[in-house]
């Protein structure tokens, strides 16, 4: 059972305009959702955050939107630009003896200029 | 050096080998993880060693060995595996708090012939 999921593989979107990027997740005990970005041949790079008792993060161009009663979070990258081509990995993260996230397959957005 | 290091960057392998992949971390955290990333996959969590002993093994097969002998380091000892094994393996660290999850190495890229 995937735990969580990132139902769009792709994501192509025109320069200047919105991206967004969509997860859905099923374990209720995560407490904190996070997005990664990729680019190839390197290793994930942490992007931005949020804790389950909030709905909304904002860090300069990067929204994350968390909604809880329907287990859906999604990350709005506005303006985009040719930079932010890369894979998108969701995670939640639960409490514990050690952190442990539960990532999404990832989307990978591209940016036309 | 800063971050999170692993070597080599590529390893391509018999059936029959044995080999090591290393990662060392120079943050001060004081957990270590084993991902593996399969093409169109999630990240899948193989190990998790908080303060140098093994939290979680998600079932991972016997060909894969994980050694934490300190804080710093971490080793995956390979040996028999198969060519579906061929994946890109990534080494993480983390400090129980703070809220951006892991900070990944830029992985070793792992093909079995």
């Known amino acids: 059972d995937q735990q969580v999921k990132q139902n769009s593989p792709s994501l192509s979107v025109q320069e200047g305009r919105i991206s967004i990027l969509n997860c859905d997740y099923t374990?209720?005990?995560?407490?904190?959702f996070l997005w990664y970005k990729k680019y190839p041949a390197e290793g994930p790079t942490f992007l931005i955050s949020?804790?389950?008792?909030?709905d909304k993060n904002e860090d300069g161009r990067f929204t994350v939107f968390l909604n809880k009663s329907a287990k859906h979070l999604s990350l709005h990258i506005v303006p985009s630009q040719p930079g932010d081509s890369a894979v998108y990995f969701c995670?939640?993260?639960?409490?514990?003896?050690?952190?442990?996230?539960?990532f999404g397959s990832g989307t990978q957005l591209t940016v036309l200029p | 050096e800063t971050g999170v290091t692993q070597t080599p960057r590529h390893l391509v392998m018999g059936m029959t080998n044995k080999k090591s992949l290393k990662c060392e971390q120079h943050?001060?955290?004081?957990?270590m993880y084993w991902y593996k990333q399969s093409a169109k996959k999630p990240l899948e969590l193989m190990f998790v060693?908080?303060?140098?002993?093994?939290?979680e093994n998600n079932s991972v097969p016997s060909r894969f060995s994980p050694e934490c002998p300190n804080s710093s380091h971490l080793f995956l000892h390979l040996h028999t595996l198969q060519p579906e094994d061929s994946a890109l393996y990534l080494c993480?660290?983390?400090?129980?708090?703070?809220?951006?999850?892991?900070?990944f190495g830029s992985g070793t890229r792992l093909t079995v012939v």
């Open positions: 374990n209720s005990m995560f407490d904190y």
């Open positions: 060693y908080s303060l140098e002993e093994r939290v």
């Open positions: 943050l001060g955290h004081n957990a």
């Open positions: 949020i804790s389950s008792i909030k």
């Open positions: 995670a939640g993260d639960r409490s514990g003896s050690a952190r442990q996230l539960t």
């Open positions: 993480a660290s983390s400090q129980d708090a703070g809220v951006d999850g892991y900070t």
